[in-house]
C-alpha cells in the first residue's frame, strides 16, 4: 500500500522539474486548479464508501457472496452520483466564465473521475492484496512517460498532459475491472437503486468527513488560484509535493494497520502507536526544514523558492493526518462514533475559515492560507483529545 501510495505521488515528482520548465508556472497552475475542482467530484463520488466496504470485506475475505455484493453496491452506488456530477459540472461550465473560458482543461481533468467509479483500492486493502493494484498503476505509469516527453514540448501542451494524466487513471480502471474478473470471478454490476439503502447510510457519516475535509484541504487552492493567480497555485502545489512523500509513507502506516487492528482493539497498542506517531509527525518536519529548500531548488529551480516557507509550515500537518487518522482508525470507528468523525471536520473546517478570513483581512498573502490551513489541523487534535478524554473513549 505504501509503495503504491509513494510511486503515484513520486510519478509527479519526478516529472515535475520537465513539466514546470516546459509549461510554466501559470500553464501548470491552470492545470493543477482544474484538477482541484475535479477532486471535489472525486470526493462527492466516493461518498465515505470505502471504509464500511473495506470493512466488510476485509472481516469476510473468504466470501465471495459479501465481496461480490460489495463491488456491485458501492459500483452502482458511485454510477448514481457520476451522473449527478456531470450534471453539477456542466452548470459550472456554463455559469462560472474562468471555467467556460478552458472549459477543454476543465473536461478533460473531469474524466479522471472514472478512476473512482473503476478502481475499488478498498476492495483490494481488504482481501490483503495491494501488491496487485500496485502492480497495475506502476505499469501504466511506466507506458505513459514516453508520451509526455514525446508531446508535451510548450505551454499550450498542458491539454495533451491533462489527457495523458486522466488517461492513465481510466486505463488503471478498466485492466482493475478485467482482473477482478479473471482473477476473482468479480463483476462489475448494477444493482437497483432500492438495494442501496444500507450503503449510503452506512457511508454517509464518512461522506461528511470526507466531503468537509476536502472543502477544507482544496478550498485553499480554490481561494489561491481566485485571489492570488494561477503562479501562486503551482507554488503552493510545489510545496504540497515537497510533503506529499513523506506524508504519504506515514499516512499509510494507519492504513495499513487498520484491517488487522480492527478486530482486537487493545487501548494500550492504541496508545502506543499515537505516541510513536507522534514522534514519527515531529522528525519529519524536522527533515522538510533541513533539506527542503534544496528539495525545491532541484524541483522547480530559483523561482519557485518561494514554496519552501510554504513547505515548512505544511510540514506540520503531517503530524496532524497521523495523530487525527490514529484517533479515526483505531478509536471512533470502532466504538461506532462516526459523527464524531463529522464534527471534527467541522471543526477543522470552521476554524481554517475563521483564521484565513482574519488573516488576509491582516496581510494579504498565500502564507497566511496554509498558515490557516496549518493551524486548523491543531484544532483537530485539540477536539479529538477532548472528546477522547470528556467520553473516556481511550
Same mark, same amino acid.
Given at each position: 500500500?505504501?509503495?503504491?501510495?509513494?510511486?503515484?505521488?513520486?510519478?509527479?515528482?519526478?516529472?515535475?522539474?520537465?513539466?514546470?520548465?516546459?509549461?510554466?508556472?501559470?500553464?501548470?497552475?491552470?492545470?493543477?486548479?482544474?484538477?482541484? $475542482?475535479?477532486?471535489?467530484?472525486?470526493?462527492?463520488?466516493?461518498?465515505?464508501?470505502?471504509?464500511?466496504?473495506?470493512?466488510?470485506?476485509?472481516?469476510?475475505?473468504?466470501?465471495?457472496?459479501?465481496?461480490?455484493?460489495?463491488?456491485?453496491?458501492?459500483?452502482?452506488?458511485?454510477?448514481?452520483?457520476?451522473?449527478?456530477?456531470?450534471?453539477?459540472?456542466?452548470?459550472?461550465?456554463?455559469?462560472?466564465?474562468?471555467?467556460?473560458?478552458?472549459?477543454?482543461?476543465?473536461?478533460?481533468?473531469?474524466?479522471?473521475?472514472?478512476?473512482?467509479?473503476?478502481?475499488p483500492n478498498w476492495f483490494f486493502q481488504g482481501i490483503q492484496k495491494m501488491r496487485v493494484l500496485t502492480i497495475i498503476q506502476v505499469s501504466v505509469r511506466i507506458v505513459s512517460l514516453p508520451f509526455i516527453f514525446l508531446f508535451i514540448k510548450k505551454a499550450e501542451d498542458i491539454w495533451i498532459y491533462a489527457t495523458i494524466s486522466s488517461g492513465i487513471m481510466i486505463t488503471i480502471g478498466i485492466i482493475t475491472v478485467i482482473y477482478l474478473k479473471r482473477?476473482?470471478?468479480?463483476?462489475?454490476?448494477? $444493482?437497483?437503486?432500492?438495494?442501496?439503502?444500507?450503503?449510503?447510510?452506512?457511508?454517509?457519516?464518512?461522506? %461528511?468527513?470526507?466531503?468537509?475535509?476536502?472543502?477544507?484541504?482544496?478550498?485553499?487552492?480554490? !481561494?489561491?488560484?481566485?485571489?492570488?493567480?494561477?503562479?501562486?497555485?503551482?507554488?503552493?502545489?510545489?510545496?504540497?509535493?515537497? !510533503?506529499?512523500?513523506?506524508?504519504?509513507?506515514?499516512?499509510?502506516?494507519?492504513?495499513?494497520?487498520?484491517?488487522?487492528?480492527?478486530?482486537?482493539?487493545?487501548?494500550?497498542?492504541?496508545?502506543? !502507536?499515537?505516541?510513536?506517531?507522534? %514522534?514519527?509527525?515531529?522528525?519529519?518536519?524536522?527533515?522538510?526544514?533541513?533539506?527542503?529548500? %534544496?528539495? !525545491?531548488?532541484?524541483?522547480?529551480?530559483?523561482?519557485?523558492?518561494?514554496?519552501?516557507?510554504?513547505?515548512?509550515?505544511?510540514?506540520?500537518?503531517?503530524?496532524? %493526518?497521523?495523530?487525527?487518522?490514529?484517533?479515526?482508525?483505531?478509536?471512533?470507528?470502532?466504538?461506532?462514533?462516526?459523527?464524531?468523525?463529522?464534527?471534527?471536520?467541522?471543526?477543522?473546517?470552521?476554524?481554517?475559515?475563521?483564521?484565513?478570513?482574519?488573516?488576509?483581512?491582516?496581510?494579504?498573502?498565500?502564507?497566511?492560507?496554509?498558515?490557516?490551513?496549518?493551524?486548523?489541523?491543531?484544532?483537530?487534535?485539540?477536539?479529538?483529545?477532548?472528546?477522547?478524554?470528556?467520553?473516556?473513549?481511550?
Amino acid at each position: 500500500m505504501t509503495v503504491l501510495q509513494v510511486i503515484n505521488s513520486a510519478f509527479g515528482i519526478l516529472l515535475y522539474p520537465y513539466l514546470i520548465r516546459i509549461l510554466g508556472a501559470n500553464s501548470f497552475g491552470l492545470y493543477i486548479f482544474s484538477l482541484t $475542482v475535479t477532486n471535489f467530484f472525486i470526493s462527492f463520488i466516493s461518498f465515505g464508501f470505502n471504509f464500511p466496504a473495506v470493512k466488510a470485506v476485509s472481516t469476510n475475505r473468504e466470501s465471495y457472496e459479501i465481496k461480490s455484493e460489495q463491488i456491485a453496491n458501492v459500483f452502482t452506488a458511485k454510477c448514481y452520483l457520476f451522473l449527478i456530477s456531470v450534471v453539477v459540472f456542466v452548470c459550472l461550465v456554463l455559469s462560472i466564465e474562468t471555467i467556460r473560458s478552458n472549459w477543454f482543461i476543465y473536461t478533460i481533468c473531469f474524466t479522471q473521475v472514472f478512476g473512482e467509479i473503476l478502481i475499488p483500492n478498498w476492495f483490494f486493502q481488504g482481501i490483503q492484496k495491494m501488491r496487485v493494484l500496485t502492480i497495475i498503476q506502476v505499469s501504466v505509469r511506466i507506458v505513459s512517460l514516453p508520451f509526455i516527453f514525446l508531446f508535451i514540448k510548450k505551454a499550450e501542451d498542458i491539454w495533451i498532459y491533462a489527457t495523458i494524466s486522466s488517461g492513465i487513471m481510466i486505463t488503471i480502471g478498466i485492466i482493475t475491472v478485467i482482473y477482478l474478473k479473471r482473477n476473482e470471478n468479480i463483476n462489475y454490476r448494477f $444493482v437497483p437503486f432500492s438495494s442501496l439503502k444500507k450503503q449510503f447510510k452506512d457511508a454517509l457519516p464518512f461522506f %461528511w468527513s470526507s466531503a468537509v475535509g476536502t472543502l477544507k484541504e482544496e478550498t485553499a487552492t480554490i !481561494i489561491i488560484g481566485t485571489f492570488f493567480g494561477m503562479r501562486d497555485v503551482a507554488i503552493y502545489d510545489l510545496a504540497k509535493k515537497v !510533503i506529499s512523500i513523506p506524508r504519504i509513507l506515514t499516512y499509510s502506516i494507519n492504513n495499513a494497520l487498520f484491517p488487522q487492528v480492527i478486530d482486537k482493539i487493545e487501548k494500550q497498542l492504541v496508545k502506543k !502507536i499515537i505516541r510513536y506517531e507522534t %514522534w514519527i509527525g515531529i522528525s519529519v518536519s524536522l527533515f522538510i526544514a533541513i533539506f527542503g529548500y %534544496w528539495i !525545491i531548488y532541484i524541483l522547480g529551480g530559483t523561482e519557485m523558492l518561494s514554496a519552501y516557507p510554504l513547505a515548512l509550515i505544511l510540514s506540520v500537518t503531517i503530524l496532524v %493526518w497521523l495523530v487525527v487518522g490514529s484517533y479515526i482508525s483505531f478509536i471512533f470507528v470502532p466504538l461506532n462514533k462516526y459523527y464524531y468523525v463529522t464534527l471534527n471536520q467541522i471543526v477543522a473546517l470552521v476554524s481554517f475559515l475563521i483564521l484565513g478570513v482574519v488573516g488576509i483581512l491582516i496581510h494579504k498573502s498565500i502564507v497566511v492560507i496554509v498558515l490557516a490551513l496549518t493551524l486548523s489541523g491543531l484544532c483537530e487534535i485539540a477536539f479529538c483529545n477532548y472528546l477522547i478524554k470528556t467520553k473516556k473513549l481511550l
